[in-house]
């Protein structure tokens, strides 16, 4: 018997807008997921009409993930990760790439998207050794998140700090800056910045994104490789610094390379 209330999924189900495309989801049709509408199937279309390789895109940055994850959890032995902008879930999710190098891994996942919300508390379950915690909240206010991460997450030991295609929508410069600047302040000394976002190195790209950005969707700004460089200053960039994300540190395997309109870096806080 119930009392007649909405659920905490039935709620967030009443909050998605399926009359505006959404980034989520378009990348998630990108990625070939299911989770998206008709709205976001023919935006990301029109995108991919006047720039082809957006999906290429789409999947360098997943494989870009995983292996600076892959990297951080190994080589750095960093067992805390707070990513912010998950997104969907697809495959290979932040948790699942850490907890298989460390099952005792701890991810705060943080996200403002009602479609997010209710996947993310189905999917993003954790390793028994481990655990897996999800946020609401806007990357506009980075002291709330971090308030809210510091009951999962341990601040006095090194965190990972995952910004993987958000910052570009924030959309003053000088804000974005700003709020990365108050997240790593809030770091211990041994902590990482894994990050990466589109560049505006592309005219095709540039063009498909104002297409986007007129639907009346939440805009992304696209930045140059210099004003990305920003983001690092302070901390010491890991080898090869901040490059398109199909160079950093590819497989062996890897030796017909495509690079892409993503840049990003991995760097550690002194």
Not at 131 to 159: G, M, N, W
Not at 165 to 180: F, M, P
């Amino acid at each position: 018997m119930t009392d007649g209330s909405s659920t905490p999924d039935q709620q967030a189900l009443t909050k998605i807008d399926t009359t505006v495309p959404h980034s989520a989801r378009i990348w998630n049709y990108w990625m070939g997921g299911k989770d998206n509408y008709e709205v976001d199937r023919i935006a990301g279309d029109e995108y991919r009409e006047v720039a082809p390789n957006i999906e290429t895109m789409a999947r360098a940055s997943r494989a870009y993930l995983i292996r600076t994850v892959t990297h951080v959890a190994g080589e750095c032995g960093i067992r805390q990760f707070l990513d912010i902008g998950t997104g969907l879930p697809t495959y290979d999710n932040t948790h699942q790439v850490a907890q298989r190098v460390a099952p005792e891994a701890r991810i705060v996942y943080v996200d403002n998207d009602p479609l997010v919300l209710r996947h993310a508390q189905a999917l993003l379950t954790s390793t028994r050794e481990g655990v897996t915690d999800y946020i609401d909240a806007d990357l506009h206010e980075p002291e709330r998140i971090l308030a809210a991460a510091s009951k999962t997450l341990d601040f006095d030991r090194p965190i990972a700090l995952m910004l993987m295609g958000i910052l570009g929508h924030i959309q003053n410069y000088d804000e974005s800056v700003s709020i990365v600047r108050r997240l790593q302040a809030a770091l211990p000394s041994g902590s990482y910045f894994v990050h990466y976002d589109s560049t505006d190195t592309d005219q095709a790209l540039k063009q498909a994104q104002q297409g986007y950005d007129d639907t009346g969707a939440v805009p992304y700004v696209l930045r140059s490789v210099e004003q990305i460089s920003r983001y690092y200053e302070g901390l010491e960039l890991i080898e090869p610094g901040i490059v398109s994300c199909p160079l950093w540190r590819p497989a062996p395997s890897e030796t017909d390379i495509e690079t892409t309109d993503v840049h990003g870096g991995v760097a550690r806080k002194p």
